[in-house]
């Protein structure tokens, strides 16, 4: 079983910074992609950023130039740094993990930005 915990959520004024990092823990092998997704309210559960274990990443449009994504293989972490932060960035961040063994998930971090 793996587990992933998210962590750095919050307030923040738009115009501000929060780094998410995202945890795993278990039976972690042959990991193919660590992740962030975003929920608002009412929404689909949508891409934020991605990146592989051979370090390839990819972005949303809407946070390209303002979030960036980096990870601790040492430590099996994944890191998001937000900048920039706009009110529509507002929702619950999940953690996705997808290895050879199955895809899976974190329980969301909230992440809460005033105009």
């Known amino acids: 079983q793996v587990q992933l915990v998210e962590s750095g959520g919050g307030l923040v004024q738009a115009g501000g910074s929060l780094r998410l990092s995202c945890a795993a823990s278990?039976?972690?092998?042959?990991?193919?992609?660590m992740g962030w997704y975003l929920q608002g309210p009412g929404k689909q559960r949508e891409l934020v950023a991605i990146?592989?274990?051979?370090?390839?990443?990819n972005y949303a449009d809407s946070v390209k130039g303002r979030f960036t994504i980096s990870r601790d293989n040492a430590k099996n972490t994944v890191y998001l740094q937000m900048n920039s932060l706009k009110p529509e960035d507002t929702a619950v961040y999940y953690c996705?993990?997808?290895?050879?063994?199955?895809?899976?998930w974190g329980k969301g971090t909230l992440v809460t930005v005033s105009s």
């Open positions: 996705k993990l997808e290895s050879g063994y199955g895809i899976f």
């Open positions: 278990g039976s972690i092998f042959n990991i193919k992609a």
């Open positions: 990146i592989t274990s051979g370090g390839s990443t």
